[in-house]
């Protein structure tokens, strides 16, 4: 009997490892299926790319690295209008300017000593700006993250001490009360020195956005949402490219249950879904972002008076397309 016992064991023990081995396997395979072709941007196309999100964000204008828009309830920093919450703010957007310091402490950045958190050590003044590299090359595996909510440094490592650390004003009034002290001018000249660094941290969400959607998507869908990436990254490069990158940071990949109205979503997941493979594929993909955004404007609460923002989120849509005309862009696209 007990040897009948024990082969019962074995035989579940069997059964356990089995089906690890398949799950893995699965793991392994989505994984597979959600690589991606990008082309790889230059060290002055990485810098064009900031340059341009800074002026869609900020008109380049020095003062709006630190703002607070009318209406939000959340302050805005630095070239791609970083989200940074208060202590216990729960809203439907994600954070992302802790993401940003953890980014840039990583590279070797010195950061105020009020934005770093209290038990990690401080980078040395003589430590030095890290290196331009191309973080399209350096990013980790991350599929199964989205890459607006992780806490995740550039080389895949969790960053938790820097999501300890909390946006210091109660409200906007708070905020602009402060608009000139010494914490806020430390922000802004912080901000104003590392775009090349911020410009890495945009480029580096792209490739784990796709990879998360291509992974949360059903397998049916996943051959074409990739076919639709690829097509469109290589169009017009870097154009094609430059429309993905600023999309993501943008509206996010999409794939975050809070940031829905009605049900419905407004990143990139959405607009890849919505494109028509029928028309060239930047075209394609400007007008199912417009499509997508005005939904959300009608899907949105009235309180939030989205309508006053469309033209000018279609405005920057349209610089996807005025992009491909540029001595910079290459003349192909499939």
């Known amino acids: 009997m007990p040897e009948i016992k024990r082969s019962r064991i074995k035989s579940s023990d069997n059964i356990v490892l089995a089906a690890c081995l398949v799950l893995l396997s699965q793991i ?33 204008k020095r003062a709006c690295l630190t703002s607070w828009n009318e209406g939000e309830d959340f ?4 070239i791609g209008h970083f989200i940074w919450y208060k202590q216990n703010q729960d809203e439907i957007f994600t954070e992302t300017f802790p993401d940003l310091l953890a980014h840039l402490h990583e590279t070797g950045v010195t950061l105020p000593s009020w934005l770093q958190p209290s038990h990690l ?25 989205d890459i607006r909510a992780g806490k995740f440094s550039q080389n895949g490592n969790r960053q938790p001490a820097y999501s300890e650390i ?28 590392t775009q090349r660094e911020q410009a890495q941290f945009i ?15 059903p397998e049916a869908e996943r051959e074409r949402i990739k ?28 794939l975050a249950e809070g940031e829905r109205y009605a049900g419905q979503g407004w ?27 005005a939904r959300r404007v009608a899907n949105a609460p009235s309180e939030r008076r989205e309508q006053r923002w469309l033209k000018g989120w ?15 862009a290459e003349s192909t696209c499939e």
């Open 121 to 145: 050590p401080a980078n040395s003044a003589e430590q030095p700006v890290g290196p331009a590299t191309n973080a399209l090359d350096t990013i980790s595996d991350r599929h199964n993250q």
């Open 227 to 254: 076919y639709r990436v690829e097509r469109l990254a290589h169009c017009h490069s870097p154009a094609g490219l430059y429309a993905l990158i600023d999309y993501v940071h943008f509206k996010g990949t999409g």
């Open 314 to 328: 279609h405005n920057r849509i349209d610089t996807y397309l005025a992009t491909a005309v540029l001595p910079m």
């Open 267 to 293: 990143g990139l997941q959405q607009v890849l879904n919505a494109m028509d493979d029928s028309h060239a594929p930047l075209e394609s993909f400007a007008a199912a972002a417009k499509q997508t955004l």
């Open 28 to 60: 392994a395979f989505a994984q597979a299926s959600a690589q991606i072709f990008l082309p790889k941007l230059t060290s002055s196309q990485a810098l064009w790319l900031g340059e341009r999100i800074f002026a869609n964000e900020c008109a380049s």
């Open 166 to 193: 909390d946006s210091p004003w109660e409200s906007r009034a708070d905020f602009y009360a402060n608009i000139n002290s010494t914490r806020m001018e430390e922000l802004r000249t912080l901000l104003a020195t």
């Open 203 to 217: 480029i580096a969400r792209l490739e784990s956005s796709i990879g998360a959607i291509i992974i949360k998507s």
């Open 75 to 78: 302050p805005s920093l630095g």
